[in-house]
């Protein structure tokens, strides 16, 4: 599969707007899907994925909406690569990459790529630096 830019966006929109990402999976990603994220650590599956993503108690991203932003996009036969702008905001006191208070909004810049297994996401490696 190529995913063209099109199509990212409805991915973009899809991950920013769904606090439960079970949906958001389903639609984009393999079933055995791998996502290494550079401090977090590496997620396999659904379950580990899902549980990573959404925002809500005792999850990865708990206490935080994460807002992504498309910067560029190369996608060729089954690879892809984004540069995207992150936006989180606090919607409680979180720990989410260093302590944050409720109502604080800090941004990062992300490098993901993508490896596809048919017209699905089989595994993605990201790289983050937080700005301020």
Known sequence: MIMTQQMFEEYEDG?????????FFDRWYHPDAEFVHPIKGTFKGKEQIVGFWNCGKNSGHAGIHETIHLN?????EGKMAAELDIEWTCFEDTVYLGPRNKGDVFHGKC??????????????????????
């Open 72 to 76: 560029n996009l190369l996608s060729v």
């Open 15 to 23: 991950f920013s707007n769904s606090p439960d990402k079970n949906d």
């Open 111 to 132: 490098a993901a790529f993508y490896t596809f297994i048919g017209d699905r996401i089989s595994r993605v490696q990201i790289y983050l630096n937080c700005v301020q």
